[in-house]
Protein backbone atom coordinates (compact mmCIF):
# COMPACT_ATOMS: atom_id res chain seq x y z
CA UNK A 1 0.00 0.00 0.00
CA UNK A 2 1.66 2.96 -1.22
CA UNK A 3 1.90 6.02 1.74
CA UNK A 4 -0.72 9.26 1.34
CA UNK A 5 2.42 11.77 2.13
CA UNK A 6 1.95 14.30 -0.81
CA UNK A 7 0.02 16.79 -1.36
CA UNK A 8 -1.62 19.17 -4.42
CA UNK A 9 -1.96 22.75 -3.74
CA UNK A 10 -4.83 24.63 -5.99
CA UNK A 11 -4.85 28.55 -5.54
CA UNK A 12 -7.69 30.01 -8.67
CA UNK A 13 -8.79 33.41 -9.03
CA UNK A 14 -12.31 32.69 -9.72
CA UNK A 15 -14.27 31.26 -6.73
CA UNK A 16 -16.96 29.85 -8.44
CA UNK A 17 -13.96 27.86 -10.34
CA UNK A 18 -12.81 26.83 -7.09
CA UNK A 19 -16.31 24.73 -6.26
CA UNK A 20 -16.03 23.48 -10.02
CA UNK A 21 -12.42 22.20 -9.67
CA UNK A 22 -13.05 20.81 -6.31
CA UNK A 23 -15.69 19.04 -7.75
CA UNK A 24 -14.21 17.58 -10.21
CA UNK A 25 -10.86 16.63 -8.19
CA UNK A 26 -12.98 14.93 -5.68
CA UNK A 27 -14.64 13.00 -8.25
CA UNK A 28 -11.57 11.98 -10.51
CA UNK A 29 -8.98 11.81 -8.67
CA UNK A 30 -8.06 9.60 -5.22
CA UNK A 31 -7.41 12.39 -2.75
CA UNK A 32 -8.43 13.62 0.46
CA UNK A 33 -9.52 17.22 0.89
CA UNK A 34 -7.67 19.00 3.21
CA UNK A 35 -8.47 22.55 3.11
CA UNK A 36 -10.91 23.95 0.34
CA UNK A 37 -12.31 27.30 0.77
CA UNK A 38 -12.85 30.95 -0.32
CA UNK A 39 -9.35 33.26 0.59
CA UNK A 40 -8.43 37.04 0.59
CA UNK A 41 -8.85 38.88 -2.64
CA UNK A 42 -11.43 36.70 -3.75
CA UNK A 43 -9.64 33.70 -4.85
CA UNK A 44 -10.33 29.92 -4.04
CA UNK A 45 -7.85 27.82 -2.12
CA UNK A 46 -7.32 24.22 -2.17
CA UNK A 47 -5.18 21.55 -0.36
CA UNK A 48 -5.43 17.76 -1.15
CA UNK A 49 -3.46 14.73 -0.04
CA UNK A 50 -2.98 11.32 -1.52
CA UNK A 51 -0.12 9.33 -2.70
CA UNK A 52 2.12 11.14 -5.32
CA UNK A 53 0.04 9.63 -8.75
CA UNK A 54 -3.20 10.05 -7.06
CA UNK A 55 -2.16 14.01 -6.39
CA UNK A 56 -0.05 14.38 -9.70
CA UNK A 57 -3.89 13.47 -11.47
CA UNK A 58 -5.84 15.92 -9.38
CA UNK A 59 -3.16 18.77 -9.95
CA UNK A 60 -3.78 17.93 -13.88
CA UNK A 61 -8.01 17.89 -13.25
CA UNK A 62 -7.56 21.11 -11.60
CA UNK A 63 -5.37 23.24 -14.09
CA UNK A 64 -7.72 21.55 -17.30
CA UNK A 65 -11.22 22.31 -15.36
CA UNK A 66 -9.44 25.54 -13.87
CA UNK A 67 -8.60 26.89 -16.96
CA UNK A 68 -7.56 30.53 -17.02
CA UNK A 69 -8.68 30.96 -13.34
CA UNK A 70 -5.52 28.71 -11.91
CA UNK A 71 -3.12 30.73 -10.19
CA UNK A 72 -0.80 28.47 -9.29
CA UNK A 73 -1.48 24.43 -8.94
CA UNK A 74 1.84 22.49 -7.13
CA UNK A 75 2.58 19.00 -5.60
CA UNK A 76 4.43 18.24 -2.87
CA UNK A 77 6.11 14.83 -2.21
CA UNK A 78 6.89 12.60 1.01
CA UNK A 79 5.70 15.66 3.42
CA UNK A 80 6.49 14.72 6.72
CA UNK A 81 3.62 13.02 8.58
CA UNK A 82 3.53 15.93 11.38
CA UNK A 83 2.70 18.36 8.33
CA UNK A 84 -0.85 17.08 7.67
CA UNK A 85 -2.12 17.75 11.35
CA UNK A 86 -0.85 21.19 11.36
CA UNK A 87 -2.19 22.01 8.19
CA UNK A 88 -5.67 21.00 8.94
CA UNK A 89 -5.72 22.93 12.77
CA UNK A 90 -5.99 19.57 14.51
CA UNK A 91 -2.45 19.94 16.19
CA UNK A 92 -2.76 20.61 20.17
CA UNK A 93 -0.81 21.46 22.64
CA UNK A 94 -1.68 21.54 26.59
CA UNK A 95 -0.18 24.57 28.23
CA UNK A 96 -2.02 24.11 31.89
CA UNK A 97 0.09 21.27 32.54
CA UNK A 98 1.96 22.12 36.35
CA UNK A 99 5.76 22.32 35.63
CA UNK A 100 5.05 21.63 31.52
CA UNK A 101 6.40 24.80 30.15
CA UNK A 102 7.25 25.51 25.67
CA UNK A 103 11.24 26.23 25.83
CA UNK A 104 10.87 27.87 23.00
CA UNK A 105 8.98 28.95 19.70
CA UNK A 106 9.66 29.89 16.13
CA UNK A 107 7.30 31.57 14.06
CA UNK A 108 8.18 31.81 9.64
CA UNK A 109 6.09 33.97 8.10
CA UNK A 110 6.44 33.57 3.78
CA UNK A 111 4.60 35.17 0.67
CA UNK A 112 3.35 32.27 -0.50
CA UNK A 113 1.77 29.25 0.90
CA UNK A 114 3.78 26.78 -0.68
CA UNK A 115 6.69 28.12 0.89
CA UNK A 116 5.57 28.05 4.22
CA UNK A 117 4.08 24.65 3.99
CA UNK A 118 7.93 23.19 2.47
CA UNK A 119 9.84 25.33 4.91
CA UNK A 120 7.47 23.04 7.96
CA UNK A 121 8.66 20.38 6.20
CA UNK A 122 12.19 21.06 5.71
CA UNK A 123 11.99 21.76 9.88
CA UNK A 124 10.45 18.84 10.60
CA UNK A 125 13.01 16.32 8.93
CA UNK A 126 15.96 18.55 10.38
CA UNK A 127 15.23 18.47 14.34
CA UNK A 128 12.83 16.53 17.04
CA UNK A 129 10.06 19.46 17.47
CA UNK A 130 6.30 20.01 17.38
CA UNK A 131 4.51 21.53 14.05
CA UNK A 132 1.72 23.28 15.80
CA UNK A 133 0.32 25.54 13.05
CA UNK A 134 0.42 26.10 9.21
CA UNK A 135 -1.55 28.91 8.52
CA UNK A 136 -2.58 28.94 4.91
CA UNK A 137 -3.57 32.21 2.89
CA UNK A 138 -6.54 32.48 5.27
CA UNK A 139 -6.89 35.96 6.15
CA UNK A 140 -3.32 36.88 5.91
CA UNK A 141 -3.26 38.09 2.11
CA UNK A 142 -2.09 35.11 0.71
CA UNK A 143 0.49 34.99 2.96
CA UNK A 144 1.50 31.53 4.71
CA UNK A 145 3.09 31.25 8.72
CA UNK A 146 4.30 28.38 10.62
CA UNK A 147 4.11 27.84 14.19
CA UNK A 148 7.05 25.33 15.78
CA UNK A 149 7.82 24.38 19.17
CA UNK A 150 10.33 22.53 20.73
CA UNK A 151 13.48 23.25 22.89
CA UNK A 152 15.90 25.68 21.47
CA UNK A 153 18.36 23.68 20.34
CA UNK A 154 16.12 21.94 18.12
CA UNK A 155 14.40 25.25 16.72
CA UNK A 156 17.88 26.92 16.45
CA UNK A 157 19.11 23.67 14.10
CA UNK A 158 15.18 23.08 12.14
CA UNK A 159 15.37 27.35 11.16
CA UNK A 160 18.28 26.97 9.07
CA UNK A 161 17.33 24.74 6.37
CA UNK A 162 13.72 25.99 6.46
CA UNK A 163 14.82 29.81 6.00
CA UNK A 164 17.67 28.93 3.57
CA UNK A 165 15.11 27.39 1.18
CA UNK A 166 12.88 29.98 1.80
CA UNK A 167 15.56 32.89 1.06
CA UNK A 168 16.17 30.41 -2.11
CA UNK A 169 12.69 31.16 -3.02
CA UNK A 170 12.82 34.62 -2.84
CA UNK A 171 9.29 33.94 -0.22
CA UNK A 172 11.04 34.82 3.06
CA UNK A 173 9.04 37.60 5.05
CA UNK A 174 10.65 36.84 8.23
CA UNK A 175 10.68 34.78 11.35
CA UNK A 176 11.50 34.73 15.21
CA UNK A 177 12.73 32.49 17.94
CA UNK A 178 10.94 33.04 21.11
CA UNK A 179 12.31 31.29 24.39
CA UNK A 180 9.66 30.77 26.96
CA UNK A 181 7.09 32.55 25.10
CA UNK A 182 4.10 33.86 27.67
CA UNK A 183 1.12 31.38 27.96
CA UNK A 184 -0.74 34.09 26.53
CA UNK A 185 0.60 34.08 23.14
CA UNK A 186 0.56 30.12 22.89
CA UNK A 187 -3.22 30.51 24.09
CA UNK A 188 -3.75 32.63 20.80
CA UNK A 189 -2.13 30.22 18.64
CA UNK A 190 -4.14 27.15 19.78
Do not use: W
Not at 106 to 121: M, Q, R
Amino acid sequence: MSERNAIGIIELASIYKGFEVQDMVLKSANVEKIIARTICSGKYFMVFRGNYADVENAISVAKEVGGFSVVNATSIANLDPRIFPAIAGTTTIDINIPGKKIGAMLIIETFSVVSAIKAADYAAKEANLNILRIHVAMAVGGKGFVVITGDIDALEAAVKPAVEYIKQEGMLAGYVIIKNPHEEVLKELI
